[in-house]
């Protein structure tokens, strides 16, 4: 039968060649060595497979220094300790021994065996043993090696690996009789280091091998450079050094003649720019000259031009409006628009109404950029609802007469906050595509039928589809052949109640995907009557 392959070899393998099989057989080999001392120091479970999935990585990532190790046991168990001391505050680890020795007290106290509460005070008592004696008890307790094994590790006997084995067993007793814990000499070591034997969880080394070989592959070639350099001889490697300081030298000087030419070549275009930027400046001056002239002869043709103007004023007699009835528009005065209630919208989709644009006048482009800045801000509320709208189980007070199958009930929450922003982007779009004036008439159209026209305005209305308060949304289930679905609408402080049937296509996206059953059901046709008369 083949030996198995020591841990420097497939430490080597992996170096130099980059071999997955050789990494894999490693994590194998100690997987359970390194979570069991990750589960020791933390408790967690699911931290330890974080801790051991890391202790791998740094493997892969130090593998060319290892190679020279013939068991990673030892470097193992103190690197997941390690890691494991970075995931823990010092003030929980002294909470902690706090905590195990009370337990111990009390288990004292019961007459229960202290073993299983000095699991946690473990590894540290490892750590204070020597090198030799920590890699004699992890290898023969910790991974359940023979002690052949242990012996081949060290360079002795398998006898002489067995005394050191017990001896390693005595020191690590008296670290826990030092502090005051009563553990009864080398058996008793024994005993707590074989039931710290824990299962490690399926397909943790399957995930530890993946990590490490992904974290170990982004470094492998140079794994492969730094394995090279570290197998050189004193000549070779004296010979590399001479290569390298004399490379970056031959670059430096045709660096620096190309620097020289480089520089000659600037400093004729320079020349020759400046050459060029005196004649461009002469003939600037000519053209400021030029332009003086004709702005002194346009404001003198301005000022006859207006002064021809005044005169024809005052001798032509002013126009007369008059009604026109087959004109499909009047002149009224502008304050007067003030006073006119316009819808601003068509629906509850914020569509513009042809009002609307005709009493502003807007044109195509005009209607255009209007409709997208209202389309934009009802999209911006939607989403900001979405993100706080919750569905909920109907109460007595919400069926209204309706079964609770019948029912169903949302709450929403006010976004005044985000409403607050998305007013004043739509304010200024409005301001920007009408004008002041036209924008003003605008606004106070929409907070009539659409929205509410101040953020504190204390009131509601059955035809807007922005809300300036939370409230309770009841949705009632349509009869076939309906095109509206009831919707009854009460304000979170219960100060303001609506309840208007919503037409299909007004109803907004938000909702939509709570009641699509509902709204399939409205479009599709009612059942026929078979008792009506034929």
């Known amino acids: 039968m083949t030996p198995a392959p020591l841990d420097c070899e497939l430490v080597t393998d992996y170096a130099a060649r980059g071999s997955e099989a050789a990494f894999r057989a490693l994590v194998t ?39 020279g190790i013939q068991t990673l046991a030892g470097w193992l168990h103190r690197t997941a300790i390690l890691e494991a001391k970075t995931r823990i505050r010092a003030e929980l680890r002294r909470g902690r021994r706090q905590e195990v020795a009370a337990e111990i007290a009390a288990l004292q106290r019961e007459g229960t065996s202290t073993l299983d509460a000095l699991v946690p005070l473990l590894d540290e008592g490892l750590l204070n043993l020597r090198d ?89 070639g140079f794994n492969l450079v730094l394995f090279k350099l570290m197998a050189l001889t004193k000549t070779q490697s004296a010979v590399l050094c001479a290569g390298v300081v004399a490379v970056p030298l031959a670059w430096q000087r045709r660096a620096e003649a190309r620097v020289v030419r480089q520089l000659d070549e600037t400093t004729a275009q320079i020349k020759s720019a400046s050459r060029s930027a005196t004649e461009l400046e002469a003939q600037v001056q000519r053209a400021r000259d030029a332009l003086l002239r004709a702005q002194t002869d346009n404001s003198s043709s301005a000022a006859r031009l207006a002064a021809l103007n005044g005169q024809r004023d005052r001798q032509a007699p002013r126009p007369v409006y008059r009604w026109d009835d087959n004109s499909p528009l009047a002149r009224v005065p502008k304050k007067f628009l003030e006073q006119l209630h316009v819808p601003a919208t068509a629906n509850r989709r914020g569509q513009l109404s042809e009002q609307i644009r005709e009493v502003l006048q807007m044109t195509d482009d005009e209607a255009r950029q209007t409709q997208w800045a209202i389309d934009r801000f009802l999209s911006d509320y939607h989403a900001a609802l979405a993100q706080k709208m919750r569905p909920l189980e109907p109460t007595e007070q919400d069926l209204n007469g309706h ?12 976004v005044n906050d985000q409403l607050n922003q ?11 595509t009408l004008g002041s004036e036209r924008s003003q008439l605008l606004r106070k159209a929409l907070g009539e039928d659409w929205m509410p026209p101040e953020l504190d305005y204390d009131g509601s209305n059955s035809r807007w589809a922005v809300h300036n308060f939370g409230y309770r949304l009841r949705i ?23 309840g208007v049937p919503m037409a299909l296509d007004d109803i907004p996206d938000i909702l939509r995907v709570h009641i699509q059953d509902w709204i399939a059901l409205a479009q599709s046709q009612p059942p026929k009557d078979t008792n009506a008369p034929k």
């Open 422 to 432: 998305f007013r004043q982007m739509l304010f200024a779009d409005l301001d920007a």
């Open 403 to 414: 079964k609770p199958e019948e029912t169903r009930v949302f709450e929403v929450p006010e």
């Open 132 to 220: 030799g004696d920590r890699l004699a008890l992890v290898m023969r307790f910790l991974e359940e090696r023979s002690l052949r094994d242990v012996g081949a590790a060290l360079g002795v006997d398998e006898d002489a690996a067995r005394k050191r084995v017990s001896r390693a067993l005595e020191r690590l007793a008296g670290f826990f009789r030092q502090r005051g814990f009563a553990v009864p000499g080398g058996a008793g070591a024994a005993a707590l280091l074989a039931n710290t034997v824990i299962v490690v969880p399926t397909g943790l080394a399957a995930s530890a091998t993946s990590a490490g070989l992904a974290a170990g592959g982004a470094t492998t």
């Open 29 to 67: 080999r100690h997987v359970n060595l390194v979570y069991a001392t990750a589960l020791r120091q933390v408790g967690d479970a699911g931290i330890a497979e974080e801790i051991t999935q890391n202790v791998f990585i740094a493997l892969a990532r130090k593998a060319p220094r290892l190679s």
């Open 476 to 498: 009632y289930q349509p009869v076939p052949g309906d095109r509206s679905i009831m919707e009854d609408l009460v304000s979170t402080d219960r100060r303001l109640r609506t």
